[in-house]
């Protein structure tokens, strides 16, 4: 399909979204969460037929999966977007120079934004509401697990659009094909940014073909280190949280690196997570204090691939150190800077991790499930940002608006 037309009209609608009020967008928002609940029934039946080509034993399945409880938590975080205040036309500085000349920097949107994503249906009205709370356009390429799934939603969108007079391009969804992704990350005139969402190969790709600019996003390969100063008990709860709360989510935990002094106290941590069948990846040290003491059929030997990997399933890699200095190293090349953590009681080595890693979020004693746009107070969010340009960690409103600078004078001339 060319999609430049389809482009075009995007660009079009991005004046015509630019002049609208914050209490018309508002409204919008709130017929869209109220339509999302209405319907319901078709969302989920429509999602259903994308479930029924994917193995329920896909870790993608969760992700994809649309319930009576997810819609109605969906058009709440709708609601709550609408709550909040435009990102828009905010005074980041001004002042007057003495020539008269008034320099402000005042926040705008981007103005056209492309969102690649793969199986996460949920995406559709999230990108959407805080795209057009923050005057932006969107063109939504939803990956083919979810084709039925998306054309559902964006249609209930474009309905309430319609409903509100206000132009049906501000949003738009690409067919899922190749050909389609290509075309949209390479459409310079027409799209200001693109954000993927994802797995790590889908951003590598983006990030390899794209023109466009890109903000990357979504990949975590998050670690939790239980330092020789940890709180078993902290560690017990925190580990099971970060690795069991919700396996298909990007926070959720990799790989538990645990210093060698406290490998005793190994069975004890990962107690909780042989109830939600956890496969541990132990290395050798690791396996050994394991053995016997977390179910046979859960534990195998680690190998070269069980670090560095998202899982995004019920496994974990367990790596056992023999300082704190090889705990910062093997975390530092492993990360994928999305959310790291550390468990201790030793206020120093607290700092210190927080110092050396360099990741998007870093925690001292809490779960990595809690980098979270909404757990923020960001409201809803469009993705983590993994990268250090523009954005950083959970993407919200804010995010989604750049600046330019507005100078008023009266005749003034430059000698």
Wanted: hydrophobic content about 40%; some cysteine; glycine content about 6%.
């Amino acid at each position: 399909m060319n999609c430049i037309p389809l482009f075009k009209n995007a660009l079009k609608a991005k004046d015509k979204l630019n002049i609208l009020n914050v209490n018309t967008i508002n409204q919008v928002l709130l017929l869209l969460a109220d339509e999302a609940e209405a319907n319901i029934s078709f969302i989920v039946a429509e999602n259903k037929k994308d479930l029924a080509t994917m193995d329920k034993r896909d870790p993608c399945y969760d992700r994809l999966q649309l319930t009576h409880k997810r819609i109605k938590s969906i058009a709440s975080d709708i609601r709550n977007i609408a709550g909040l205040p435009s990102p828009v036309g905010r005074i980041l500085s001004e002042y007057k120079k003495s020539n008269g000349l008034i320099i402000t920097k005042e926040t705008v949107p981007f103005g056209v934004i492309g969102i690649i994503y793969e199986a996460r249906p949920n995406v559709t009205f999230d990108v959407f509401s805080l795209c057009l709370k923050s005057g932006n356009v969107c063109i939504l390429k939803g990956g083919s697990d979810a084709v039925n799934s998306n054309r559902a939603i964006v249609k209930i969108i474009k309905n309430v659009l319609l409903k509100c007079k206000i132009p049906q391009d501000v949003v738009t969804l690409l067919p899922s094909g190749r050909k389609e992704t290509i075309q949209l990350l390479n459409a310079v005139k027409y799209v200001d940014l693109i954000i993927p969402r994802g797995s790590q190969s889908l951003i590598d790709y983006i990030r390899e073909n794209a023109s466009v600019p890109v903000i990357e996003t979504g990949a975590g390969i998050c670690h939790t280190y239980f330092d020789e100063y940890g709180d078993a008990e902290k560690g017990r709860l925190v580990i099971n949280n970060a690795k069991t709360r919700r396996v298909s989510v990007c926070n959720a935990l990799d790989c538990l690196v645990i210093h060698e002094s406290r490998l005793d106290d190994l069975s004890y941590l990962v107690s909780l997570c042989h109830n939600s069948n956890v496969i541990i990846y132990a290395d050798k040290k690791a396996f050994r204090a394991l053995q016997g003491k977390y179910p046979a059929n859960l534990l195998e030997k680690a190998d070269k691939n069980s670090f560095g990997t998202e899982f995004l399933s019920y496994k974990m890699a367990v790596k056992t150190v023999c300082s704190f200095e090889e705990a910062l190293e093997h975390i530092s090349f492993y990360s994928s800077k999305h959310s790291e953590a550390i468990i201790s009681e030793n206020t120093e080595r607290l700092n210190t991790f927080c110092r050396i890693i360099d990741a998007s979020a870093v925690y001292m004693n809490a779960s990595t499930a809690f980098t979270d746009g909404a757990e923020f107070g960001l409201g809803a969010e469009i993705g983590i940002s993994t990268q250090k340009l523009h954005a950083r960690g959970p993407m919200a409103l804010e995010a989604l608006t750049t600046y330019k600078w507005i100078v008023k004078g009266n005749g003034q001339i430059r000698p």
